[in-house]
């Protein structure tokens, strides 16, 4: 919870000078103004709230930054080796505090991360109901697709999967659900987000394990996981594939024409049914279009 | 009476000379504590990496004056405000100013580091611990009985002067 690691000053001013619900990135950087990002726009943080004054704007301190990071860590940085290799460390409200600093290596292998410098931290949203103008698209009368959705960084991907998700229980779809939630951000730390009742969780594994754990444990109908993006992960879905398990996942890239220049697009393509393009246009969330298996139009809101 | 009053004399000088004494003990009982609490701490940033709250509550102190500074230091934690060095030792007066000094960076560092480091920190103070605890068993030995006998030795002679 952002209580438990901002100082108070700071806490109050973002939880009382604005509206905390439009939050959706605060921004630190050593001797650097604080930025936070509402509604998809930046401002910086003053005394009074947002302002577009930098003289006016609480500059961070590298106090301030090693402060967070050990609040974070329930006050114990030994504890989370793992998560600071990986440069990043999960909020038990599923905020994802991303970190910079210095990367220390040995042959090669990261042995930790310290001397930190710049923390980034991601205030996820309930946005209810952000899937409905696609969902038709997405569950029809023959059942679930198999579904990318693409969008840069920031633009609502892991919403918008929540929703689905959620809105799939709303309507009783007895679909069995399995979150594959590789960094405790689609349904939190502890399940605390809204993810549904017919959805089962499974959290901080890889997606080769857990596609696999999964899929043998729990035999759900899809298999929900976010960004995926190395040769392994498509591996996964493939794998999820080949046992009839459908898939939602999430993946970097602007458009439909960005995504043929990644890697594994070969595999990706003949994977997924349906593509939903999100972008920040209207804030983040918002649905460009929704292609189908060949990439024709299947709806278009620009 | 009169023996009775002498016997409290004695007694009195005798609680005296073991107030004087129990200095030593409780100071030699305190860095023991401390010592324990930097063994049990890198035993479980090394195998188990329990969170540092856990590591407190989970250990069980017979010095009240130790119990006390993990209590003020586990505050100071949830209210996420900075060590201060005179709220920590409050209410103790077993400690030197150079002891306090050793406590207080030793508390500071706690949970601010990687394992490896977090590790070689630790060792580096558990030497620190151990060379005090050396100098208190040795004050101990040495002043810890004296005052005790000095207290009986004072209140026989009172008793001798007044009877």
Request: charged share 25%; aromatic share 12%; glycine share 8%.
């Amino acid at each position: 919870m952002l209580k438990d690691i901002l100082d108070e000053k700071i806490y109050n001013i973002i939880t009382t000078k604005f509206n905390y619900g439009y939050l959706n990135e605060i921004r630190l950087r050593v001797n650097n103004p604080i930025v936070v990002y509402v509604k998809g726009q930046a401002y910086f943080l003053g005394e009074n709230g947002l302002t577009t004054q930098e003289n006016s704007a609480i500059i961070v301190t590298k106090q301030m930054i090693e402060d967070i990071i050990f609040r974070a860590s329930e006050f114990s940085i030994y504890s989370i080796n793992e998560e600071l290799k990986k440069g990043y460390i999960v909020l038990k409200g599923g905020e994802r505090l991303g970190i910079c600093g210095t990367i220390v290596s040995e042959n090669g292998e990261i042995k930790t991360l310290n001397k930190f410098t710049s923390i980034n931290i991601r205030i996820p949203h309930e946005i209810k109901n952000c899937s409905l103008d696609a969902f038709s698209f997405l569950v029809d009368d023959e059942g679930l697709k198999n579904t990318l959705v693409i969008s840069p960084p920031g633009a609502g991907k892991t919403t918008f999967i929540r929703d689905f998700v959620n809105q799939l229980s709303l309507r009783n779809l007895s679909y069995n659900v399995l979150i594959l939630d590789e960094r405790g951000e689609i349904a939190g730390e502890a399940k605390e987000l809204s993810v549904g009742k017919f959805t089962d969780v499974l959290s901080f594994c890889t997606k080769k394990n857990g596609f696999m754990q999964g899929i043998r444990s729990m035999s759900p109908h899809i298999i929900v996981t976010d960004e995926i993006g190395d040769f392994e992960d498509i591996l996964a879905v493939k794998f999820a594939g080949y046992c009839g398990v459908k898939v939602m996942a999430t993946i970097h890239a602007n458009n439909i024409e960005d995504l043929k220049y990644k890697d594994g697009w070969q595999d990706i393509k003949n994977i997924f049914e349906r593509y939903v393009v999100l972008s920040k246009r209207n804030g983040p969330g918002t649905i460009e279009g929704v292609y189908g298996e060949d990439f024709s139009r299947l709806a278009i809101w620009r | 009476m009169k023996y009775i009053l002498l016997g409290v004399i004695v007694f009195i000088c005798g609680y005296i000379g073991y107030g004087l004494s129990k200095y030593y003990i409780v100071r030699l009982k305190f860095f023991n504590d401390l010592l324990n609490f930097a063994e049990k701490f890198e035993t479980e940033i090394n195998f188990s990496k329990t969170k540092l709250l856990n590591v407190i509550d989970n250990f069980k102190s017979s010095s009240k004056e130790f119990v006390s500074v993990l209590t003020n230091y586990k505050t100071f934690l949830n209210n996420g405000n900075l060590i201060s060095d005179t709220l920590l030792f409050e209410k103790i007066k077993i400690l030197k100013d150079d002891e306090k000094h050793n406590v207080y960076m030793f508390f500071n560092e706690l949970g601010k580091l990687d394992v490896y480091n977090q590790t070689k920190q630790i060792q580096n103070y558990k030497q620190k611990f151990n060379d005090i605890i050396k100098s208190c068993s040795e004050d101990k030995k040495k002043y810890g009985s004296l005052y005790m006998k000095l207290g009986i030795i004072t209140g026989l002679l009172f008793s001798l002067l007044l009877f």
